[in-house]
């Protein structure tokens, strides 16, 4: 399976912070990367696929880049809506897996 | 809008079958450019892929997973279903459907979904 390792686990930060995540893939998965966001008691949200392409109506402070094993999801100017728990996953092979998760927590 | 809901046991005893059922409205299941899909949440933990499955029928497995889940469709009710059997309190989790692209292999489209125990 392809493991895929998402630094931070946590972080604080402010309203209004640029705020960065990065997802790490065992293996080359081209740009097979999907970042989900997940509040308590609700499902992941589709943010982003292929990497860096945006999800229909998901709000453009967000945005991926990267290609092959490393990838980053940027939040450019936090909100208090996104206050939440961000998935990586990979679509390029099966078993699709995901990062563990990093809990973007208020400052 | 395209929604997608869970239905079955909260409970099911060790060894039984996890039976659910996902309906979808807003979209067809038999649409040959998506897929439907089950994920699994372990309390606490991060998020598992269990299966999805086509509409020609053809379905692809977590390979941790594959000698215990069934997955099917019902174009006639517009839902797809998840059987997982032999389970164990491993198993208790949130499970949660959703349907995709096949072309970005993104699913958007995610029910609320629903959690199962598995205990006596």
């Known amino acids: 399976d392809i493991q895929m390792t998402q630094s931070p686990s946590s972080l604080s930060a402010s309203v209004g912070d640029r705020v960065t995540i990065t997802c790490r893939s065992s293996q080359n998965i081209d740009t097979f990367l999907n970042w989900f966001q997940q509040k308590p008691g609700k499902a992941p949200k589709l943010l982003i696929f292929g990497a860096s392409r945006l999800q229909s109506g998901v709000p453009s402070r967000f945005s991926g880049s990267g290609s092959g094993t490393d990838f980053t999801l940027t939040i450019s100017s936090l909100q208090p809506e996104d206050f939440a728990t961000y998935y990586c996953r990979q679509s390029y092979s099966v078993p699709g897996t995901f990062g563990q998760g990093t809990t973007v927590e208020i400052k | ?22 309906s979808v409205s807003g979209a067809s299941v038999n649409s040959g450019s998506y897929f439907c899909r ?3 949440q372990l309390p606490g933990k991060s998020l598992e892929w269990i299966g999805d499955i086509h509409n020609s029928g053809s379905t692809s497995y977590n390979p941790a997973l594959k000698s215990r889940v069934t997955i099917s469709i019902d ?19 949130m499970y949660y459907c959703s349907r995709g692209n096949v ?17 006596s």
């Open chain 2, 103 to 119: 072309l970005t292999t993104a699913d958007a489209n995610w029910g609320p979904g629903t959690m199962v125990t598995v205990s």
């Open chain 2, 75 to 93: 174009t006639s009710k517009n839902q797809f279903s998840l059987k997982l059997a032999s389970v164990s309190a491993d198993d208790t989790a």
């Open chain 2, 38 to 40: 089950w994920t699994r």
């Open chain 2, 1 to 22: 809008q395209v929604q997608l809901q869970e239905a079955g046991p909260g409970q099911v005893k060790p060894s039984e079958t996890l039976s659910l059922t996902c």
